[in-house]
């Protein structure tokens, strides 16, 4: 990786303070659940449209050794979702544990403290109780949804640190068939040739390990060595999010003959046109442009469909790289580090004959959801992005040229054209797009172990108060049904108590609701194999969950932008439950002035039993044996909206 320089934000924010970039403070000695030793260091890492394609989620597909050595030492929540599949919503919820009706974004041209209440943000709660809080890459949504700040000065301890090549996501570097430079949404890259001769999410964790690196250097230093500072450090990862750019070698993880298309390619039975995404955000790039995919409905050829998914992986396990150099960090410095990974919404990859986010199906959002409570005890099990990039083939190294053979139009392999004209090897013109099950040199290291997983229902609301109590900070208590004045409080649930019956043999948290307490009680007579055992359906903490997601009308249309429609523009609102059985989604006439829907004029509905489609391919919300069920899901839908977090057994 590259050296890391001090840069400065368009607004003048300097990234690397000069001199000491540490403030001093009293340090916070308190017992918590790391073992008496004060309050925890955190790390959350915030993963831009990740969908749970993880090794440690069942994906056969996905090559993520280092995210899987952080499952493997802590809890999956394996049914975890987003309560909007958008970023700046997305965000702007689980870091103020506020659903989008409380925050009322669902767009990203507002700003929380000025449009709906000057709520308390997870970074901010915890600097507010002594700990020095640091944002590496993107944390908060950029722009006007964060103050162009970064919630500055409320969140942060010091400037948050953007990194400068990002300032090309939109340039056109992806080499065509043409051999020229487009902006295109497949777009493996030669890193030492990118403006800035690097990439963000390589700036980041160079940001961040350096800072880790000068953290501990500091607390060494420090006169007082049995006092010190708690740090929380929040490192976002842009890639998946498209364009799909990542360092070329990662296609060699995914050979373009060994990546399937979606099981359910096609166009959802009984779907209503306001549920559509049309994925107008991939359309303008000039790789779709070029295919003239007809809109809203016309899917993309099978063999463009394949180097998406080939894309969407390669970035995933490009970024899970770099996350194994921050955790390598992490835990060789500070090895007592209480630790989350999670998503921001979902990614379809032509499921539904959909792509990208925007919608209330479950692949848009379903998002990964991961806890570690690090110790000294355990070993550094990491693999930084160097040691992952000697996997590869090598190949000689010469410049990019421009000499590309047509491929696409001959439907050669759009893999081999990248490799072929990046390094010097024989053209394969004759490949086909079979599906091989060989994958080069890779290895899944975890593939037979067991992880540690949660199946209840659980949202990204919930991740304040679970890192709340997990640091031993005061507990937030649950907002009321109107909590516009209410500065700090939540509307999710916290998940100390079963994330600590998993880790913990001497549990004693006091907790709401008679199954957690029948939950923690039981640790007492079921302690074997605990660590390989799964807390069953029955025993959770919601009854439900809930997303949502704008439409400006009935039909998909380009102007407005049905898939990220600005709230001048949205009449409709697509409220979405998800029980242990079912998904129920009713659209509903909305209000843009008073943040009301109108539920006497519903607009459309959706109703999926997972017990018999899980890929949510069949709309049975007109049969007449789910009559009676749809009607007592939408009497829940209309109470859990308000009272989400209170919805206990």
Same mark, same amino acid.
């Given at each position: 990786?590259?050296? /890391?320089?001090? $840069?400065?934000?368009?607004?003048?924010?300097?990234?690397?303070?000069?001199?000491?970039?540490?403030?001093?403070?009293?340090?916070?000695?308190?017992?918590?659940?790391?073992?008496?030793?004060?309050?925890?260091?955190?790390?959350?890492?915030?993963?831009?449209?990740?969908?749970?394609?993880?090794?440690?989620?069942? #994906?056969?597909?996905?090559?993520?050794?280092?995210?899987?050595?952080? !499952?493997?030492?802590?809890?999956?929540?394996?049914?975890?979702?987003?309560?909007? !599949?958008?970023?700046?919503?997305?965000?702007?919820?689980?870091?103020?544990?506020?659903?989008?009706?409380?925050?009322?974004?669902?767009?990203?041209?507002?700003?929380?403290?000025?449009?709906?209440?000057?709520?308390?943000?997870?970074?901010?709660?915890?600097? $507010?109780?002594?700990?020095?809080?640091?944002?590496?890459?993107?944390?908060?949504? *950029?722009?006007?949804?964060?103050?162009?700040?970064?919630?500055q000065p409320y969140s942060w301890s010091e400037a948050a640190y953007h990194p400068p090549?990002?300032?090309?996501?939109?340039?056109?570097?992806?080499?065509?068939?043409?051999?020229?430079?487009?902006?295109?949404?497949?777009?493996?890259?030669?890193?030492?040739?990118?403006?800035?001769?690097?990439?963000?999410?390589? $700036?980041?964790?160079?940001?961040?390990?350096?800072?880790?690196?000068?953290?501990?250097?500091?607390?060494? !230093?420090?006169?007082?060595?049995?006092?010190?500072?708690?740090?929380?450090?929040?490192?976002?990862?842009?890639?998946?999010?498209? *364009?799909?750019?990542?360092?070329?070698?990662?296609?060699?993880?995914?050979?373009?003959?060994?990546?399937?298309?979606?099981?359910?390619?096609?166009y959802p039975h009984g779907l209503p046109s306001v549920a559509w995404n049309p994925w107008?955000? /991939?359309?303008?790039?000039?790789?779709?442009?070029?295919?003239?995919?007809?809109?809203?409905?016309?899917?993309?050829?099978?063999?463009?469909?394949?180097?998406?998914?080939?894309?969407?992986?390669?970035?995933?396990?490009?970024?899970?790289?770099?996350?194994?150099?921050?955790?390598?960090?992490?835990?060789?410095?500070? *090895?007592?580090?209480?630790?989350?990974?999670?998503?921001?919404?979902?990614?379809? /990859?032509?499921?539904?004959?959909?792509?990208?986010?925007?919608?209330?199906?479950?692949?848009?959002?379903?998002?990964?959801?991961?806890?570690?409570?690090?110790?000294?005890?355990?070993?550094?099990?990491?693999?930084?992005y160097n040691d992952i990039l000697r996997n590869f083939y090598t190949f000689k190294k010469?410049?990019?040229?421009?000499?590309?053979?047509?491929?696409?139009?001959?439907?050669?392999?759009?893999?081999?054209?990248?490799?072929?004209?990046?390094?010097?090897?024989?053209?394969?013109?004759?490949?086909?797009?079979?599906?091989?099950? +060989?994958?080069?040199?890779?290895?899944?290291?975890?593939?037979?172990?067991?992880?540690?997983?949660?199946?209840?229902?659980? $949202?990204?609301?919930?991740?304040?108060?679970?890192?709340?109590?997990?640091?031993?900070?005061?507990?937030?208590?649950?907002?009321?049904?109107?909590?516009?004045?209410?500065?700090?409080?939540?509307?999710?649930?916290?998940?100390?108590?079963?994330?600590?019956?998993?880790?913990?043999?001497?549990?004693?948290?006091?907790?709401?609701?008679?199954?957690?307490?029948? /939950?923690?009680?039981?640790?007492?007579?079921?302690? =074997?194999?605990?660590?390989?055992?799964?807390?069953?359906?029955?025993?959770?903490?919601?009854?439900?969950?809930?997303?949502?997601?704008?439409?400006?009308?009935?039909?998909?249309?380009?102007?407005?932008?049905?898939?990220?429609?600005?709230?001048?523009?949205?009449?409709?609102?697509?409220?979405?439950?998800?029980?242990?059985?079912?998904?129920? =989604?009713?659209?509903?006439?909305?209000?843009?002035?008073?943040?009301?829907?109108?539920?006497?004029?519903?607009?459309?509905?959706?109703?999926? #039993?997972?017990?018999?489609?899980?890929?949510?391919?069949?709309?049975?919300?007109? +049969?007449?044996?789910?009559?009676?069920?749809?009607?007592?899901?939408?009497?829940?839908?209309?109470?859990?909206?308000?009272?989400?977090?209170?919805?206990?057994?």
């Amino acid at each position: 990786m590259g050296r /890391l320089q001090d $840069e400065t934000t368009s607004s003048g924010h300097s990234f690397i303070r000069s001199g000491n970039i540490f403030n001093n403070s009293t340090t916070l000695m308190v017992n918590s659940v790391f073992g008496g030793f004060g309050h925890p260091n955190v790390l959350l890492i915030v993963v831009d449209d990740l969908r749970p394609a993880l090794g440690c989620y069942g #994906d056969s597909l996905a090559l993520t050794p280092n995210i899987d050595s952080l !499952a493997l030492h802590g809890t999956i929540l394996t049914r975890a979702f987003a309560q909007q !599949a958008l970023c700046g919503p997305s965000r702007t919820s689980f870091l103020t544990s506020r659903r989008p009706d409380t925050t009322r974004l669902y767009d990203v041209h507002f700003y929380w403290r000025e449009h709906a209440g000057n709520f308390t943000t997870l970074p901010q709660y915890f600097k $507010e109780h002594g700990y020095h809080t640091v944002s590496a890459g993107k944390i908060f949504h *950029p722009g006007i949804v964060s103050n162009h700040s970064d919630d500055q000065p409320y969140s942060w301890s010091e400037a948050a640190y953007h990194p400068p090549t990002q300032a090309h996501k939109q340039d056109p570097v992806c080499m065509g068939s043409d051999g020229q430079l487009h902006t295109n949404i497949y777009c493996p890259v030669q890193v030492e040739k990118q403006p800035g001769g690097s990439l963000p999410d390589i $700036e980041t964790t160079e940001f961040a390990t350096v800072w880790l690196k000068r953290w501990a250097a500091q607390e060494k !230093a420090r006169p007082d060595k049995g006092s010190k500072q708690p740090f929380f450090l929040a490192v976002g990862y842009h890639k998946p999010h498209i *364009p799909l750019k990542f360092p070329w070698q990662f296609l060699d993880a995914y050979p373009i003959g060994s990546i399937p298309l979606a099981p359910n390619s096609r166009y959802p039975h009984g779907l209503p046109s306001v549920a559509w995404n049309p994925w107008n955000d /991939l359309r303008y790039r000039e790789d779709i442009a070029a295919l003239n995919v007809s809109f809203p409905y016309g899917p993309l050829p099978d063999y463009y469909a394949r180097y998406i998914r080939q894309g969407y992986y390669a970035a995933i396990t490009y970024t899970d790289a770099l996350i194994g150099d921050l955790l390598s960090t992490v835990t060789s410095l500070f *090895p007592d580090t209480l630790i989350a990974l999670i998503g921001d919404h979902g990614w379809s /990859l032509g499921e539904h004959q959909e792509w990208s986010k925007f919608s209330n199906f479950e692949v848009a959002t379903r998002v990964p959801f991961i806890v570690t409570k690090w110790s000294s005890q355990k070993d550094n099990v990491f693999q930084g992005y160097n040691d992952i990039l000697r996997n590869f083939y090598t190949f000689k190294k010469y410049s990019f040229k421009k000499n590309w053979s047509s491929s696409l139009q001959n439907k050669i392999s759009l893999e081999d054209t990248v490799k072929n004209n990046i390094y010097k090897t024989k053209p394969n013109k004759k490949r086909k797009l079979e599906v091989k099950p +060989k994958r080069n040199s890779w290895t899944r290291i975890h593939a037979n172990k067991t992880f540690n997983s949660y199946e209840g229902l659980v $949202e990204l609301v919930d991740l304040f108060p679970t890192l709340v109590d997990l640091a031993g900070l005061p507990a937030l208590s649950s907002c009321p049904e109107e909590s516009k004045d209410v500065r700090v409080c939540t509307q999710g649930s916290s998940l100390a108590p079963i994330l600590n019956l998993l880790w913990d043999d001497d549990v004693s948290i006091a907790s709401e609701g008679n199954d957690l307490k029948r /939950l923690l009680k039981k640790q007492k007579t079921s302690r =074997t194999n605990r660590i390989t055992s799964h807390i069953p359906y029955d025993i959770q903490v919601k009854k439900a969950v809930f997303s949502q997601y704008p439409r400006p009308g009935p039909e998909p249309t380009l102007h407005p932008d049905s898939d990220q429609p600005p709230m001048r523009d949205t009449t409709i609102m697509g409220y979405s439950m998800r029980t242990n059985r079912y998904r129920y =989604t009713a659209w509903l006439n909305f209000n843009n002035i008073t943040f009301k829907p109108d539920w006497s004029h519903v607009v459309a509905e959706e109703l999926y #039993d997972h017990f018999v489609d899980d890929q949510e391919d069949h709309n049975i919300c007109r +049969k007449k044996a789910y009559r009676f069920i749809k009607q007592q899901l939408q009497k829940k839908i209309r109470k859990g909206l308000q009272f989400a977090s209170h919805l206990v057994h």
